[in-house]
């Protein structure tokens, strides 16, 4: 057997052998310089996807902060602006009302009342003697701009003052007075808060946020928003559609990566950014890393090499020897050499079978722990669906998940009760369309209703939940809250509000209604009898104005007690309402007093008219066993003869009715002394 071949490997020369090692600790250091390579550019990547993740969310939180600001201002405006006070056209007691609000509040807020014009009624910031002035000019061309308030709130441009805390945005809305006129009450909303309203969402070292007007121009900014306020933003007029991502230098002179969306409320917008250096800086740390780790790798190939050659090369003869004659197939025993490793080929080869049938037992016993801990975790999963499945069923609220696909994913008991529909047609998982087709002949399909909503492309940007009160059949009202979710679908809930709508009714008939009879009170006396002054200005017909004052009713009250004396009371508005006419208003003014306006067909009929009131209310009352009479005497002014205020013909009948109870009693008069009228009540 020719072993030349065998003879020339185990007298390789120690100079080829540092060579072969050295490539195979290089070949051995190269994979692992891949998986830290791969590993590093994953690490930046996400780090960079991160920072990214960072400029949206920022984005969101201070675009849903100031669309809370803005809708909080405008609401509190509304609320203000529908004050009895301005439509009467009392503006002091407006003015007073504003200072006071504003006070009761951090003390530094201020509002506004201006004509379209722009001229200054008063400013609750300002003294009295400073009203009727001109706004700023620049406030002036955008509230001329507005238009039609009665709908919704506007928010201006910047409108700059001479330091940084006097500039400001305005809110304004409508507000009007019974005589239609029309005036803007404007809520002043300076720069520093919102600044703060940024500072609250915590912004990082890195990221940048700002809000501005429609015309690109800074409000506020994260840091440094006193030097640049009134800046107009890098880049804001090539993102026409107002919403988009670029690459722009801030007015900080600060390379970014920046993300700007516009208020759906108003038409400030929201930019965030990082710094792009930030963007990068993991990316280049991470090389910088690598570099260094691969260079320290090679050169410890390269030492390692060299020192391991001269034990290598004599380790490698022996072996080579004793495998020789192993091939030869004699029985050798295990080489003893420098080289550790290769001391130990022949036990690993003698324990190669032992190991391998102890790792055979190893595997088995991993596969049965394996299986063990599935059929662990599956059992918690299921007891987690059952849990999840009870929470549903349990909500007070009804739940509908529709998938990008249009169809039913979830839904819960509740939702079956609310919307009267069968589980087993849900739980087909339908499309939106069939749940519309199901509930249209029920009339309980409104075009409005965002379950109609067909589900939508994944969303990459910002989503807005939104809210419709939805009314059924059966009088039944829901709030119906939609979320859309990120890949594509919605997410419905419903809740029974019908309690909290008829409270608020109920509420609002109270503001208005005396709450011992349930007639007008004076709010809805005055706003009727308003009314009424128009009607007769536009048609030329002739009104009445009675004031009717019940004669010894304070008897009933001393005698019986006011139990008695509300139970009458309630008596007389049941006749009172018996008595009108088409087109008449009754109502409880206070104490035992009592309005009346009356459409007249004539004097003569008016006189009839009020004498038919006296002796109805002079009849006996019947009440708990007891016998009531009392008396009623009436004042009369009529509209237009004896004013076209309500303070004045109000006054004038008051006159009258004095006059009719300096008579006696159970008499009536009539202010003006032209119009022929009886005074006293028919027997």
Known sequence: MDHSGLSMR????????????????????????????????????????????????????????????????????????????????????????????????????????TTPKGE???????????????????????????????????????????????SAIFIAVEALTDRGERYLLLGRVPLPRLQRLIQEQGVGASHYASIVDEGGRILARSADSEKYAGRKIPGFDDLPDGTGTWNVVNPAGVKVVGLLNRSTLSPLSVTSGVAESALHAPLRTSLLLLLTFGLAMVALAGVLAWFATRA????????????????????????????????????????????????????????????????????????????????????????????????????????????????????????????????????EAERDDPSSAQPSQPQTDITMTTVHEHELANGTVLEVRTVPLADGGLVHTYTDVTMRKHAELHLRHLARHDPLTDLPNRTLLRERLGEAIAEATGDGQMRAVMCIDLDRFKAVNDEHGHQAGDAVLRRVAVRLSGLLLEGDTVGRSGGDEFILIHRVQSPEHCTAFALSIINEISLPYRIRGKTFTIGASIGIAFIPADGMTIDTLLEKADQALYAAKHDGGNHLRIFNAQVPAATHAAA
């Not at 600790?25 to 994953?42: E, V, W």
């Not at 662990?376 to 069923?393: F, P, V």
């Open 312 to 443: 290598a090369a004599d380790a490698l003869r022996r072996v080579a020897h004793a495998a020789s004659e192993l091939g030869r197939g004699q029985v050798v025993a295990a080489p003893i050499t420098a080289v550790r490793e290769a001391n130990t080929i022949g036990e690993a080869i003698a324990a190669a079978s032992s190991s391998l049938h102890e790792q055979a037992d190893a595997l088995a016993n991993s596969k049965h722990e394996l299986e063990q801990r599935v059929a662990l975790r599956t059992r918690e999963l299921a007891e987690k669906s059952a849990q999840l499945e009870t929470t549903l069923d349990q909500m007070d609220q009804g739940l509908l998940v529709i998938g990008a696909d249009g169809r039913v994913i979830i839904y819960n008991r509740r939702l079956l009760e609310l919307l009267s529909m069968p589980e087993p047609f849900l739980a087909t998982h339908p499309l939106v369309t069939e749940i519309l087709d199901f509930q249209r002949p029920r009339g």
């Open 120 to 166: 200054i009624i008063f400013d609750t910031r300002a003294p009295a003697a400073g009203a009727h002035q001109m706004a700023p000019p620049a406030l002036q061309e955008q509230l001329a701009d507005f238009g039609d308030l009665s709908h919704a709130a506007k928010v201006s441009k910047l409108v700059e003052g001479p330091t940084y805390a006097e």
């Open 10 to 113: 185990g007298n390789m020369r120690p100079r080829a052998l540092r060579w072969y090692l050295a490539a195979l600790c290089l070949g051995l250091t190269l994979p692992l310089l891949a998986f830290n390579g791969i590993t590093t550019y994953y690490y930046a990547t996400a780090e960079k996807s991160r920072l990214e993740r960072d400029v949206r969310s920022l984005n969101e939180n201070v675009l849903l902060a100031l669309d809370r600001e803005v809708a909080a201002e405008a609401a509190q405006l509304r609320a203000l602006a529908s004050s009895a006070a301005i439509w009467n056209g009392e503006l002091d007691t407006f003015r007073r009302e504003a200072a006071e609000l504003a006070r009761i509040q951090d003390g530094q807020s201020q509002f506004m009342l």
